[in-house]
């Protein structure tokens, strides 16, 4: 893909240049020419000379004439202008040549001011050709306030088969794609395409990529620009940008425009009295006049892009505007695969990587994620000098991305290595000995940079839509296993529990505020998700009393749960001993190590 610069800054250069060289000419060469070689003589010796048929050339200026030696074509003469009516047909009378280009001998004021017009004209010109040049093809065109990139199609361009996995997104963009190649096939049966679609997704699920990835397949110019470039400090300023955005899309229609991030000017607007943000309102105003505005079959369609949906102001969202929603989720296991393989392409690989074991440790993980999964692989291969990725970098680069590097240097005292060997071996015996919680896979106790003194990495074997009340149970006692562990064995709690209170507390509130999960408030929903993509924090929507009963029901419901963790654990302390001291000597452990000594009689 290709991004076409404004041509303003190097024809500020060339100006530059000109008029220095123009300047040097004038000051320098010239006039030391002109004074070596054009002797000053009086008016007397030009007729005389005239008279006898000396003079080869004349140029008559306004104050002065300036002539040529017949004998000696070399040698010129200056002298001042006479009043003089009948010069002309003397000089006809003698033979001479005038007129004609001698020496150019104007004064250096004239000739500055002739060389600055000329100067100017260069430049106009310059533009001119440069203007035409850029203008020439379909794909470009010529640049006003708007600062859109324009992308014009090239080799190097991404394509559809770049983004892997969306393949419902994909579906609709080919459609659209498909109008601006062949409307006629639309029209026919009376179909109008829609003005705009909107890309809603959470960051780094590769909306932006198949916006450029559309400019790719489409044969079409595509104005790209991101909401944030809209916003300005001079109220209307945003608002000029959209108008002149759309004025230079209508004149490339058939074409793409692209608004990135479009929740930076799409919020919804204010209804409180403050009057809220005038410059943002305006440009958001501006938007939905212009997306009125504009006819459909010229063939413009609007894309954008955005993480909270739920922000945007309903009025973009309605019929005729951004009518079409296109989802684009995070990756399935199938999807995550597939984003793998694409990125996989671009370095060399070990033949025995397994793609589908990667794919299904980065549960959760998003396209730019793998994609830097991918990318840490590669650079751990080449810090340890090897000619190509394995399954083991890709291993190690899942868990970097997913709780950062390893703190080498990081020094644990022996007890406290001892303790998170205990917490980690607690969480994962919770986890395998109630039936429904997935297999661990791995346990380690050496710290990350994210914080984490150790951890138990579960991988489910398949993918998981639908989680039952008893494995929400199962996971919070999962998560309160680790502090169970210590509890039972050193009679005293740590810090190092921290993480798991937060999930612990935020699964058991989801199942009662939001999954229905609680006798007493049945099927109500008590809390509503703001944004789903960014966090997902949530709003009460009900009575403090009410709320603080909810708080009740949360601790009940965790209570329960690290009650039956420290059960298990009791149930099981001579595993517990055996692996945490297992775990303490090797510091990481598989999850067959782990079952191994489980199952060991
Ligand atoms: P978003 O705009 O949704 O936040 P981007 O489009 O900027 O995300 O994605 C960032 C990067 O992540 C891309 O440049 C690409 O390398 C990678 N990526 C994300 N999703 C995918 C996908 N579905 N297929 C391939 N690569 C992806
Ligand atoms: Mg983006
Ligand atoms: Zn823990």
Known sequence: MKEVKSPKKPLIYYYCIALAVIFLLNNLLF????EMQIKEVDYGTFLSMLEEENIEEVEVEENQIVFSDRQDPQKFYKTGRMEDPDLV??????????GSEIVQQASPIVSWFISIV?????GQLLSHYMMKKMGGGPQSMTFGKSNAKIYV???TGIKFSDV?????AKEILTEIVDFLHNPGKYTEIGASLPKGALLVGP??????????????EANVPFFSISGSEFVEMFVGMG????????KQANEKAPCIVFIDEIDTIGKKRDSGAMGGNDEREQTLNQLLTEMDGFDGRKGVIILAATNRPDSLDPALLRPGRFDRRVPVELPDLKGREDILKVHAKKIKLSESVDFNAIARMAAGASGAELANIINEGALRAVRDGRKFVTQADLEESVEVVIAGYQKKNKVLSDKEKLIVSYHEIGHALVAAKQTNSAPVTKITIIPRTSGALGYTMQVEAQEQNLMSKE??????ATLTGGRAAEELIFHSITTGASNDIEQATKLARGMITRYGMSDDFDMVALETVNNPYLGADTTLACSPETSAIIDQKVVTLVREQHQKALQILNENLPKLHELAKYLYEKETITGEEFMEILNRP
């Open 31 to 34: 006039p030391k020419m002109l």
């Open 89 to 98: 047909d003397r000089l006809h009378a003698a033979n001479v040549r005038f």
């Open 118 to 122: 000329l100067m100017i004209l260069l």
């Open 153 to 155: 199609e090239s080799k």
């Open 164 to 168: 892997a996995g969306e393949d419902e």
């Open 203 to 216: 960051p780094g699920t590769g909306k932006t990529l198949l916006a450029k990835a559309v400019a790719g």
């Open 239 to 246: 608002a000029a940008k959209v108008r002149d955005l759309f």
């Open 471 to 476: 494995e929400l149970e199962n996971k919070i």
